[in-house]
């Protein structure tokens, strides 16, 4: 099963990146240590921080209407997300045990973890046509192989640039000189 665990905001993680502090230094240790632990164990499939809602946009539906775009910050910093992970596991109790050895994310504060399980298609099987399944099943597919791809990518050029051969031909190249015409 699949869940999302959501980091809640705090006023203080709304202002952007903090000052250095050692407790700072502390967490991120911690927290790095914490997230070796789940994508050893399989769990961790992926992670990343939030920038502040001064940074992001609404957008709002009412009927057939075009949406409303409305600019951040938005007001009620309670309900808003500072970070995220998506894990795998095998249910919402292992989600929470797996929660429990989390760091506080926010040193100095009170810092709250929310966990919400995905819907899986199947779960949709009396809403959704054949055609709406296959076509689920289709993108599903597509995006495993564009994700191949760009893993692929990024392992070859994380190669290249490691090549030892490759860095001491560059430091060894010697710079081109222009050659001065008389006139």
Not at 76 to 97: F, M, N, R
Not at 147 to 160: I, Q
Request: aromatic share 6%; net charge positive.
């Amino acid at each position: 099963m699949k869940v999302l665990v959501f980091v809640k905001a705090t006023p203080n993680s709304e202002k952007g990146i903090p000052a250095p502090t050692e407790e700072l230094q502390k967490m991120f240790n911690d927290m790095g240590k914490f997230n070796e632990k789940l994508v050893k164990a399989g769990v961790m499939q992926e992670a990343d921080g939030l920038k502040p809602s001064s940074f992001g946009k609404r957008l709002k539906f009412s009927g057939s209407d075009t949406p409303t775009v409305i600019d951040g910050p938005f007001a009620e910093t309670k309900e808003l997300v500072a970070g995220y992970w998506i894990w795998t596991v095998k249910s919402v109790e292992e989600a929470v045990e797996w929660a429990k050895q989390c760091p506080n994310p926010m040193p100095g504060e009170e810092g709250v973890l929310e966990i919400r399980p995905t819907f899986s298609m199947e779960e949709f099987d009396e809403l959704a046509t054949p055609e709406i399944v296959e076509r689920n099943r289709r993108l599903e597919k597509e995006m495993a192989r564009r994700k191949k791809a760009k893993a692929k990518l990024k392992t070859k050029a994380k190669a290249k640039a490691k090549s030892p051969a490759r860095r001491s031909a560059a430091r060894k190249k010697p710079k081109p000189t222009r050659a001065r015409s008389r006139k």
